[in-house]
């Protein structure tokens, strides 16, 4: 229970880890630096997704299961992104006032952050105790980036640094919540660990494929995201590896 509590926590809190940022800096931040280390982060979530959820997956039920639980992520994404309004952090540049913007990609970024605080708790309830560590890993380093791409969101639409700051941090906290349900709910019902397993799976691909990527690739920076994307993936399997 305390280890998922405090991976549950410490990957949350590196959505304002991330945000923390805005408090030092006063001048702008390099599309290219942004692209790098989305692209850096999307390497990271892919090796944890085939290196450690998927294998988990299909140890602890099998290939069906694995189906189904990747379907089920995707799935779920899916609905999000559709019913949910999508706000293109890095490239916006349409004026929309702050009480409708600022709510808006408040309200997205913290129900997107809910599958990922269930792939969280759903790690720590597999047999191997370090795949929730990893994905916990994982999880907290693609959130940094996004904390800081928020709160500077947030800054443009004329809010002070340190409430955005604030709303930034507080956006990733859900997944403390999330990851314990996942935890609660998959250690009690044990035949659904494979599929918490592979929904995990299926919902960090579908940012990866969706979000991640085509982020990275919006400013002409493809070719240093794909060296990044490849050093992410790499340095995420040699953690698997020691």
Known sequence: MSEVLIGSILSAMSTGAGALVILFIRGAISHRFRDTLLAFTAGIMMAASLQGLIPQSLESGGFVQLVVGVFLGVLTLTILEKNIPHIDLEHSRSGIEFDQKALLIIAAITLHNIPEGLSVGVSYASNEADTGNLIAFAIGLQNAP??????????????????????????????????LIGFYL???????????????????????????????HGDGNERTSTYSFIIGLLFMILLLEI
Not at 195 to 210: D, E, N, Q, S, V
């Open 146 to 179: 996004e904390g800081l791409l928020v709160a500077l969101f947030l800054i443009n639409q004329q809010i002070s640094r340190m409430k955005a700051f604030i709303l930034a941090t507080l956006t990733g906290t859900i997944e403390i919540v999330t990851s």
């Open 186 to 216: 998959t250690s009690y019902i044990s035949f659904l660990v494979p599929y918490g397993l592979a929904f995990a799976a299926g919902a960090m691909l579908f940012i990866i494929y969706k979000e991640l990527i085509p982020e990275s």
